[in-house]
């Protein structure tokens, strides 16, 4: 009888200690698929949410470094971003495009921008001005278009002649062109109105200028489809800043928004000497007049951490580098501590299985010492013995691992839900879950809650995880059978037989 049929004859001939050896990887066995489910669960939302977040970066002012590093509290403008380093930056293997926005601000008198009704308005107790966001571009689509953030509904894009000569032509949003009456081909006259806001409260007008642009195009924000049962028609205090953000936008030809900048500026000087200095007395730099917001698209998610860590030299002292994917980052916390949780329990019951195991197979083999000294007494090789020994090992562990599979993963599905459900949402009623990450990026903030993140994860069969886990548990049982190997190598025919 070769050392198959042996193997087979004798896990089938002792049911006892077959059962015992199954009952013990197949509980292994449980813990490892489980921990395995949920780890590549969570890596696999990550992976979801951030293509659907897409691999965008932006450098941005870091108006909480400013903030902590201003000695009297007021905030003096950094020395801004140059062109030069921005194409740098450009050249990078992990860039597919790019584009440089420099980003205007006016509060308006008589045009009106987007409102939030007057009691979506109160709920955010505080008063939102008339104001217009002038985000600039270098491309004849900005990026916002081409990412689908936004949508043209009527009109069209910029000309390359445009953009090289900064013609002041806009692209604004249907709710501002609703509420002023314009179309596209018509004028809209932009009123900035600059006030002089006293110490107790009060303001005065000091003067009004007027930006003329031809509306060349109307678009709409692209939002995210919310698929949640239970959202109701009121928006949070995030969502509506979002909206007033987005609505609130302009885009025109960089050079536009750099000479309405510099209108404002050489009026704002004469009025207003002090506000329009720097801390220590000195003129604004045009880089500092023209903030630069460049946006870079990544060819993939994945490259986000990489692109950081080389550009991040050339970013100068009080600006950061933001990505698409921190949102993920920022609110997915509960998920990256389930992932490391799980690797740790995968390494503890990989660590457990491998004692267990080997202990259990020695203890068998000390009841079979006679059993396989007849073997070798009979001229049968150690390998042969140790062969059957390793097939044994791998029938009833292939049978405990396969049903541990199916079990394994409806075990860490029911304790991902546990976590999820205590833990998670305990996050959101502490308000790490805004969604929102800052203003800097303008229109093209997104708006991701933990509530998408939760909705996205799901523990299901993959082939991934079969392959993961297999491999895992006939590793630990092979290295689990190190142990009894020794022990039949030490064996002694002739002792035994005496």
Request: hydrophobic letters at 40%; a negative charge; one cysteine or more.
């Amino acid at each position: 009888m070769n050392y198959w049929n042996r193997a087979l004859c004798s896990v089938t001939r002792r049911k006892g200690k077959s059962i015992i050896l199954f009952a013990v990887i197949f509980i292994l066995g449980n813990v490892i698929a489980g921990s395995i489910a949920i780890q590549q669960s969570t890596d696999n939302v990550e992976k979801k949410i951030k293509h659907q977040l897409g691999a965008t970066v932006s450098v941005d002012m870091d108006y909480e470094k400013m903030m902590n590093e201003s000695s009297d509290g007021q905030l003096s403008a950094p020395s801004g971003l140059k062109i030069d380093d921005i194409q740098k930056m450009g050249q990078s293997p992990y860039v597919k495009e790019f584009d440089y926005s420099i980003s205007g601000f006016i509060q308006m008198k008589k045009v009106k921008g987007y409102e939030l009704e007057q009691k979506e308005n109160a709920s955010m107790g505080v008063a939102m001005p008339n104001h217009l966001s002038l985000k600039g571009s270098n491309l004849v689509e900005p990026l916002d278009f081409k990412e689908k953030k936004m949508k043209l509904v009527d009109g069209r894009t910029f000309t390359q002649e445009e953009i090289d000569n900064g013609k002041a032509v806009g692209i604004i949003s249907k709710k501002v062109a609703e509420a002023n009456g314009v179309n596209v081909g018509d004028q809209l006259v932009l009123d900035s109105v600059t006030m002089d806001y006293k110490q107790d409260g009060s303001s005065e007008e000091l003067y009004t200028q007027d930006h003329p642009i031809e509306i060349i195009g109307i678009f709409e924000p692209v939002t995210l489809e919310k698929k949640k049962a239970d959202e109701k028609d009121s928006k949070d205090m995030n969502q509506q800043m979002l909206e007033t953000e987005q609505f609130n936008t302009a885009y025109l030809p960089n050079g536009a928004v750099a000479s309405i900048n510099k209108a404002e500026y050489e009026k704002g000087k004469i009025a207003l000497p002090d506000k329009y200095k720097n801390s220590d007395g000195t003129e604004m730099t045009e880089e500092q007049l023209n903030p630069v917001t460049p946006t870079f698209i990544l060819k993939s998610p994945e490259d986000v951490d990489a692109f950081k860590e080389e550009t991040k030299a050339m970013v100068p002292e009080f600006y950061k580098l933001n990505a698409s994917t921190d949102e993920y980052d920022q609110i997915g916390g509960t998920f990256k501590k389930m992932s490391q949780i799980s690797g740790y329990v995968v390494l503890l019951a990989i660590g457990a299985a491998l004692l267990i195991i080997s202990l259990v197979v020695v203890l068998f083999l000390r009841d079979r010492k006679h059993e396989l000294g007849i073997y070798l007494s009979l001229g049968e090789t150690r390998a042969k013995v140790m062969q059957q020994i390793i097939v044994e090992l791998l029938l009833i562990s292939l049978m405990a691992m396969c049903l541990s599979l199916l079990t394994g993963n409806f075990l860490g599905k029911m304790v991902s839900d546990s976590l999820i459900a205590s833990d998670a949402f305990s996050q959101v009623d502490s308000g790490n879950t805004s969604g929102l990450m800052t203003l800097g990026s303008g229109a093209s903030l997104s708006n991701l809650t933990m509530e998408d993140v939760s909705s996205a994860y799901e523990v299901k069969f993959s082939l991934s995880y079969i392959v993961t886990f297999l491999i895992a548990g006939i590793s630990t049982v092979l290295l689990s059978a190190i142990l009894p190997l020794t022990y039949v190598l030490r064996l002694n025919p002739k002792k035994i037989m005496m």
